[in-house]
């Protein structure tokens, strides 16, 4: 028996090794100057997992042959970066991100004037009547959108009639759908939509345009102030909802 013990302990050795995740490590660089660039943000589009790049640029991420890496950083154009053979064989590479020449335009900021009486001024604020409705048996609510007699009657529209524009999205890439609940689930991505308002990172792990993302949230009625100022996790976190609960409704 002691004689089998060898041969089996090395093949379920081997086995337990084949099963470890693939690591791909990296640096982030300014492509002007090779400046290091800090917390740059690289996700996964195949597996919807993220990473930071530290101080000095590195990073290193989960990874197979063939899957995508999506690298964004604020001002920097962002990128994509497909992993291959050698860069598995040979170790670290040299991302370079090159940045954006943004012109400020003018700005113009209107104040508020107040008189003092409240009576006068609670009139001259601008007030953004933004109203949710909860659906018995439905974990979230609809935004009904402006303060008018059909918004609540628009909200149940959105949830009894979801087929339409949300099947077009949902029904025909569900896979990709599915990735939604992958990228809540994943916190460096969740920092990276935290801070970001360009919808670009959901676009490219999602595999739909800006378009697409902002008539899902119209179908379920969440207002234009919102689809406008939210930023990227709120979207994720409005889309993700609408999500589940079309599933519901579609079965």
């Known amino acids: ?136 048996g439905l974990n979230q609510g609809y935004e009904g959108g402006e303060h008018s007699p059909n918004a609540l009657s628009r909200a149940l529209g959105a949830v009894f009639n979801p087929a339409d524009a949300l099947y077009n999205i949902f029904g025909r890439q569900p896979r990709q759908m599915k990735k939604l609940r992958e990228m809540k689930e994943d916190d460096e991505i969740r920092n990276l939509l935290q801070s970001k308002f360009d919808r670009q990172t959901l676009m490219a792990v999602l595999g739909i345009n800006r378009m697409d993302i902002d008539e899902v949230l119209r179908r379920c009625n969440y207002s234009t102030d919102f689809i406008n100022s939210a930023n990227d996790l709120q979207i994720l976190d409005a889309m993700s909802g609408c999500y589940e609960e079309y599933k519901v409704l579609n079965r």
Not at 5 to 34: I, R, Y
Not at 72 to 99: A, C, Q
Not at 100 to 124: F, H, M, R
């Open 1 to 136: 028996m002691k004689k089998f013990f060898a041969p089996l302990f090395l093949l379920f050795s081997f086995m337990a090794s084949g099963q470890e995740a693939t690591v791909v490590t990296g640096k982030v660089l300014n492509a002007a100057n090779d400046v290091p660039i800090e917390n740059a943000h690289i996700v996964n589009l195949n597996q919807v997992i993220g990473a930071v790049s530290a101080e000095d640029g590195h990073f290193k991420i989960q990874a197979e042959v063939n899957d995508t890496l999506y690298f964004s950083y604020l001002g920097f154009k962002s990128i994509r970066v497909r992993v291959t053979n050698d860069w598995l064989k040979y170790g670290d590479v040299k991302v370079k991100m090159t940045e954006l020449g943004i012109a400020l335009e003018e700005v113009v900021v209107s104040p508020v004037q107040l008189t003092g009486y409240l009576e006068i001024d609670a009139k001259n604020i601008p007030i953004y009547e933004n109203y949710r409705y909860s659906i018995s």
